[in-house]
């Protein structure tokens, strides 16, 4: 079992910049994928960033050039900083993690609590 917890979030002006953590404990034999996706009211939840294997990066478009996702092994933390927020980008956040116990096994999709970010213009 995993268990994620986000934090990081606020209330921050247009323009200005958070960033995210999501701090994962427990145990699992291997990842995927790790992604932060939102949801915004009234919306469905979103992929804003993920990454995998090798050093693959995908981003929505909609953050391309302004956000970025990293993670630090040692820690066991992932993180997504966001620069030049935009009011569109008010939402909670979740990070998730899908990995399998053993190279055979189904997937399992984990997911944080959630944070909220509220940007202000």
């Known amino acids: 079992q995993v268990q994620l917890v986000e934090s990081g979030g606020g209330v921050v002006q247009a323009g200005g910049s958070l960033k995210l953590s999501c701090a994962a404990s427990g145990s699992i034999g291997s990842v995927d994928i790790m992604a932060w996706y939102r949801q915004a009211p009234g919306k469905q939840r979103e992929l804003v960033a993920a990454?995998?294997?090798?050093?693959?990066?995908n981003y929505a478009d909609s953050v391309k050039g302004r956000f970025t996702i990293s993670k630090s092994d040692v820690q066991n933390t992932m993180y997504l900083q966001m620069n030049s927020l935009k009011p569109e980008d008010t939402a909670v956040y979740y990070c998730?993690?899908?990995?399998?116990?053993?190279?055979?096994?189904?997937?399992?999709?984990?997911w944080g609590q959630g944070t909220q970010v509220t940007v202000s213009s």
């Open positions: 998730n993690l899908r990995g399998r116990a053993h190279l055979f096994a189904t997937p399992v999709d984990y």
């Open positions: 990454m995998a294997g090798r050093g693959i990066i």
